[in-house]
């Protein structure tokens, strides 16, 4: 048996077919997901092959290409999926998108998630991430921040060189522009590590020097 690592890792994967940036944290044999993208039968092999007990998957938004394989793997390792419940209504609607990548459709009895509001929790042991809401890009939109690894998740709130669409339904431009300011407003660490819903990741003092939205 291969010793499980104990340092805490986060991995940004860009499971087939490539389009948003997953987040895996695992520390000792255990694991949560966030926004599981694609197909669950891959992050099935890959948990099985990594030797990984997956715990829970947490979504930034309700967006198709950010929740595809979370439903099917909520159900097969009887996990709860955490999203916040504002955006429940988009379930739904993301079967176009999945059809578009021929992946498999969220339908039927599928596996409801959990509702998540800020707050900070444990996602694993000795790892707590702080749930801040940034609506706007969906009505119930959030980011992830990780205070002791100093490491950021935005969704499709903020990307690396610009915001994410608001003209989408339950987009709010407004909303959307408030949530990016609370954002800056929070002041993390310049050498924050940035993962975007989308695109290439940066670090806070890439985004303070390059994204016009990012500043005061
Ligand atoms: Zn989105």
Redesign the pocket.
Known sequence: MPENNIEPKFEVLHMPPENTNSVLVSVGGDAVIFDAWGNAIDWEKLLETRGLRLRAIYST?G?G??ISAAPTLAEKYDVPWYMNSEDNVLIGWSNGLLKYFGLPLIEGNYRQPTDIEAGVIEVLPGIDVEIIETPG??PGGVAYYFPDFGILLT??TLFRDGI?RYDLPGGDVNALLQSVAKLYEMNFPEETFVVH?HGIDSVIADLKRDNKYFSC
């Open positions: 938004h967006h290409d950010h890009h969906t969704g499709d994410g819903g």
